[in-house]
């Protein structure tokens, strides 16, 4: 196994998520989360910016149905330097519309965190 180089957090909200997916989904939640944890620069097949914010996605595909994990950077100001993220929420991508709502929710759960 490899050395991780990234501590993951997770939001309830997340856990939630993923404990209602079919359990061949969550294998390959798995697969990307360990690929975050374990190698500094990930291809943005994995990961992307999320475009005008601060968050970032980790992407899953599985067919033709596409899942996406908004995280965030908690000690850095880019997910390459970080060493801890957080997942936030995950969703089914159904739009690039949706991206809006999904991180308003990010920003919600982040906020009640930081709070703690």
Do not use: H, W
Not at 64 to 81: G, K, L
């Amino acid at each position: 196994m490899d050395k991780k180089i990234r501590e993951i957090y997770y939001s309830d909200e997340y856990k939630e998520y993923l404990d209602a997916l079919p359990m061949r989904v969550r294998v390959k939640y798995d697969y990307v989360e360990q690929i975050i944890a374990t190698i500094k620069v990930v291809s943005t097949k994995f990961v992307k910016n999320i475009e005008g914010t601060d968050f970032y996605e980790a992407r899953v595909s599985i067919g033709s149905n596409e899942y996406r994990t908004v995280m965030f950077a908690i000690d850095a100001i880019s997910f390459i330097e970080s060493s801890r993220v957080i997942f936030l929420n995950s969703f089914l991508k159904k739009s690039k519309k949706q991206y809006k709502q999904e991180v308003e929710i990010a920003n919600k759960i982040l906020r009640k965190y930081m709070e703690e």
